[in-house]
């Protein structure tokens, strides 16, 4: 058998169990470059091969080093057949870094300044209630429920489908939007494709709001805000879609509210 079949048996595998578009693309591409390197044919790599693989792989980051194995792994478990204890897949430790947070006045000033109405539109709604970029581009004209004041974010992460609240000056921005630029399907459209892209999404925060981080911070800045506020870590982790409470509970490590009412010894 040729190794483009496991690749094709990779990639229908992941399909089937309703992977990401991105996790599928990720995976494929590792597990390409893994088939590719070994050069061993298919029915005869064994243990060693893989291990061997993994502990020269020249890892740049944890995050690609999580990347390769699960790729690998997944190789190994649904390509070939194999049973894990051959191979040690070992999980590398996360890094415990702390989130960037911007302050809200300084976020809701420089978002004032923006005259484009796209742009500022984008932003607005991704800071208003802490949407991944992904989510972003991916809401369509219909998903805005301007009746019942709230926006369906329709697959997630996790493939998860959530219901974020909409504040009036938010939604009265988006209707100045909507006459001035007339989308069709996606609530923003791209210049030469039926969606905006995330890329396209970074570089405006990059422009308007921080050019040292990125999109993301925005989310993180809101959470922040809405702990710092008040708001009930349940409700938090409502809006953010996040799976556990402990994910939601990293907010009170960085806020400035809480940090300034602790009663110190001196």
């Given at each position: ?29 590792y597990i390409k470059q893994f088939l590719s390197t070994v050069n061993v044919y298919p029915t005869r790599l064994n243990s060693n091969d893989f291990q061997n693989y993994l502990d020269n792989y020249n890892f740049t980051s944890i995050s690609k080093q999580n990347q390769v194995i699960n790729a690998i792994r997944f190789l190994y478990k649904f390509g070939l057949n194999k049973k894990y204890d051959k191979v040690s897949f070992i999980r590398p430790k996360k890094e415990k870094k702390l989130p960037t947070v911007i302050d809200n006045g300084l ?160």
């Amino acid at each position: 058998m040729k190794k483009v079949d496991y690749y094709e048996i990779c990639k229908q595998k992941m399909q089937y169990l309703n992977y990401s578009n991105n996790t599928v693309k990720i995976y494929l591409f590792y597990i390409k470059q893994f088939l590719s390197t070994v050069n061993v044919y298919p029915t005869r790599l064994n243990s060693n091969d893989f291990q061997n693989y993994l502990d020269n792989y020249n890892f740049t980051s944890i995050s690609k080093q999580n990347q390769v194995i699960n790729a690998i792994r997944f190789l190994y478990k649904f390509g070939l057949n194999k049973k894990y204890d051959k191979v040690s897949f070992i999980r590398p430790k996360k890094e415990k870094k702390l989130p960037t947070v911007i302050d809200n006045g300084l976020i809701k000033k420089k978002l004032s300044e923006i005259e484009n109405i796209k742009h500022k539109t984008i932003l607005t709604l991704t800071y208003s209630v802490g949407l991944r970029v992904s989510e972003v581009v991916n809401i369509k004209i219909e998903d805005i429920d301007s009746k019942r004041m709230i926006i369906h974010i329709k697959n997630g992460k996790g493939r998860k489908d959530r219901i974020v609240p909409l504040s009036k000056s938010v939604l009265n921005l988006l209707r100045k939007y909507y006459l001035k630029k007339k989308p069709i399907l996606y609530l923003f459209n791209g210049q030469n494709s039926v969606k905006y892209s995330i890329g396209s999404c970074q570089r405006l925060y990059k422009k308007y709001i921080d050019n040292k981080t990125s999109i993301h911070s925005l989310r993180h800045s809101c959470f922040t805000y809405l702990l710092e506020i008040g708001t009930d870590i349940r409700i938090i982790q409502g809006i953010a879609g996040h799976k556990s409470i402990k994910t939601t509970q990293i907010y009170t490590h960085i806020s400035k509210n809480i940090m300034n009412n602790i009663k110190l010894p001196i």
